[in-house]
């Protein structure tokens, strides 16, 4: 919760995560309490067509009890992923912009359990996760994954991050095999470069190959909403190989933080907002339908650098806050609370808290009119 209020003087955020703040004035001319500060776009704008697996961290805020999952493209079902550990369940955030996210912090926090009714995967589809990754990371980071069961006994796609052969740790990996005897595996490492601490929207469409020998199959990689691909990989195996039942592309489970329980030291570290698994090709245009569907809500690509603070301002007004370690925090001024959120404008006050009390200046006349508030994330 951000609350603002009318401001000519400093302030200091409380330790509810409420920014309070002490004016010149004897009283307050008026207080308006906003939920979150961006915009969370609806399901409306989003493809959901051939969608079979949709996980969004805005829907379902608590992870304790798992990530729910709905299946619009598939009967319109849905269930849980169960947490791994039950007493370490990854948490539920938000970013300044308002967009939710679950963060993964250590070894065994994650989601991953049984999709019921299995969903037959056989021929194209696509990967589209909304992801950052933190500054630490461990070997074979994996992200998200779904095969017809726990065990790894037959057909499986997974992504993940420095994986086998990757030499960016910061790169998102894809692998997808086909269990036959012997298994086709197709690995690809540094296919999208997402850094450390950056949003990122990544798309992986895999056009499957037209027969068993013909090895025409494509992977081409999106990122952020652009409708030209980053990568495109031709000559891919088919990924259904076989006879059923052991030989089948069914997804009967799945997993993000993770794609293999037994891996638990192995999970992803850092945060994921949406998952979604299509069973068909998104076009390019669809891409950028999703991304912008939800780029509102998240800080896309590197922040902003901190700029530093002049210690020569005649006058400025100043804002002691409490802050909360990694988080951010942007100064911001209106003139006029009823003008709505158009009216609000950054004073260019940008700081990366560091758990202590920093200070934040706008250079404006500080005896003039006017309205402030703080931007930033909170669970």
């Known amino acids: 919760m951000i609350e603002l209020f009318a401001s000519t003087g400093s302030g200091r955020a409380g330790t509810d995560g409420k920014f309070m703040m002490a ?3 004897a009283a307050l001319a008026a207080t308006i309490s ?18 079979v697996l949709y996980l969004d961290a805005n829907s379902d805020t608590n992870g304790v009890d798992g990530w729910d999952y709905t299946q619009p493209g598939f009967g319109g079902g849905s269930g849980t992923l169960p947490v791994f550990n039950a007493g370490s369940a990854p948490g539920n955030f938000a970013t300044a912009q308002g967009g939710r996210y679950f963060h993964s912090a250590d070894s065994g926090q994650f989601f991953g359990g049984t999709i019921s009714p299995q969903v037959d995967m056989a021929g194209d589809f696509t990967w589209e996760i909304w992801l950052r990754s933190s500054s630490q990371t461990h070997a074979d980071n994996q992200v998200a994954g779904w095969r017809r069961d726990v065990a790894f006994n037959s057909t499986f796609s997974n992504i993940g991050m420095d994986l086998n052969n990757s030499t960016d740790d910061f790169s998102v990996d894809w ?23 950056e949003w990122h929207q990544v798309v992986c469409t895999y056009q499957d190959a037209s027969g068993e020998e013909s090895a025409n199959g494509v992977l081409s990689v999106y990122m952020d909403g652009n409708p030209t691909p980053i990568n495109v990989l031709a000559n891919q195996t088919p990924h259904l190989r076989g006879q059923p039942p052991l030989f089948t592309s069914k997804m009967g489970y799945a997993s ?51 700029v530093p603070v002049p210690t020569n301002i005649a006058a400025a007004a100043e804002f002691e806050i409490e802050t909360v370690d ?32 920093l200070r934040m200046y706008d250079p404006a006349d500080p005896g003039g009119p006017g309205y402030h508030r703080v931007r930033f994330s909170t669970p």
């Open 326 to 357: 990694g988080e951010y925090y942007e100064l911001e001024r209106s003139s006029d609370l009823t003008a709505g959120p158009a009216a609000w404008g950054s004073t260019g006050a940008l700081i990366l808290g560091d758990g202590g009390t």
């Open 34 to 51: 906003l939920c979150v500060l961006g915009t969370i776009c609806t399901d409306a704008q989003v493809v959901t067509g051939s969608l």
């Open 23 to 25: 004016t010149r004035s």
């Open 175 to 197: 692998e997808l095999q086909d269990f036959d005897t012997p298994p086709e595996v197709e690995e690809h490492a540094d296919l999208a470069s997402i850094g450390a601490g």
């Open 256 to 306: 993000v933080f993770s794609i293999n329980p037994a891996d638990f030291v192995r999970n992803f570290l850092g945060d994921i907002a949406i998952v979604r698994l299509y069973r068909d090709l998104l076009t390019p245009a669809e891409i950028t339908q999703n991304f912008n569907a939800h780029t509102n809500s998240y800080e896309i690509g590197p922040i902003p650098p901190i």
